[in-house]
């Protein structure tokens, strides 16, 4: 038994054309779509990586913005310890005087104080008659200026015992109960001389009397007897004799 099959080949022929079209088609957009991921990505790295470029960038300028911040406050704090030091510090200030140093008193207003001629500093005339001791201190600093110092107390450093250390037959000087001194309790004066003297009082953490203004006199080029021993008593009585050595 023979069967014939009849083929359209014009049909055959189109069904093929649209099979290879449509492979075509599928393949164009794939590319198209690894173009598209290929360029999505580049822009999301270049993105980020932009982002990240300025924040680096944003915290190397916080931080030198920083460093110059605490440069400038070092340097102020700096400068404004040195004004204390040089205004307000090395001596007690009396502040009962109305002005500072250099500085006059109006003749309209005795309680206003006029800055000299030669003062190159930012303040000008002031009233201090409400002012406290630590607003003139203040002042000082800040504007340059100071008060003159206290005089210190005349020491009786020839006195023959420190101050509170009481005095016993034989020039001997024996410390207070309360003694917190590294010094030895029991000392002869009789040969130290008025350098000596100092030096051991601040070396042993020790004050001599104050002299009243009235009865000061220079002590310093007193002669003292150079054929007596001085310096720490011993418990045998016996005194060590020290010798300071410039």
């Not at 510090?89 to 309209?108: E, F, M």
């Not at 008659?129 to 100071?146: A, H, I, M, Q």
């Not at 009235?214 to 004799?241: A, F, I, Q």
Request: aromatic share 10%.
């Amino acid at each position: 038994m023979i069967i014939y099959i009849y083929i359209d080949l014009n049909k055959l022929y189109k069904i093929n054309e649209e099979l290879v079209t449509n492979e075509r088609e599928d393949e164009d957009d794939d590319e198209d779509d690894q173009d598209e991921l290929q360029n999505t990505d580049f822009e999301d790295i270049a993105h980020k990586s932009l982002e990240s470029a300025e924040e680096e960038a944003t915290v190397d300028l916080e931080n030198a913005e920083i460093e110059n911040l605490l440069d400038e406050e070092i340097y102020r704090i700096v400068q404004e310890r040195l004004k204390k030091l040089w205004y307000i510090g090395k001596c007690r200030r009396d502040y009962t005087n109305i002005c500072p140093l250099d500085w006059n008193v109006s003749a309209y207003d005795k309680n206003l104080c006029i800055p000299p001629e030669k003062y190159e500093g930012e303040c000008r005339s002031i009233d201090f008659s409400k002012s406290t001791d630590l607003d003139k201190e203040l002042f000082s600093w800040k504007c340059e200026v100071e008060w003159p110092c206290i005089s210190a107390p005349k020491l009786k450093i020839m006195d023959k015992c420190p101050f509170r250390w009481t005095y016993i037959d034989n020039n001997l000087c024996i410390a207070p109960e309360d003694y917190i001194g590294h010094c030895s309790p029991a000392m002869d004066f009789s040969n130290y001389n008025f350098e000596m003297r100092i030096r051991w009082a601040n070396e042993c953490n020790v004050e001599w009397n104050t002299l009243p203004k009235s009865e000061y006199m220079p002590l310093s080029h007193k002669k003292l007897r150079t054929n007596v021993l001085g310096g720490p008593v011993e418990e045998s009585g016996n005194v060590m004799n020290i010798t300071y050595r410039n």
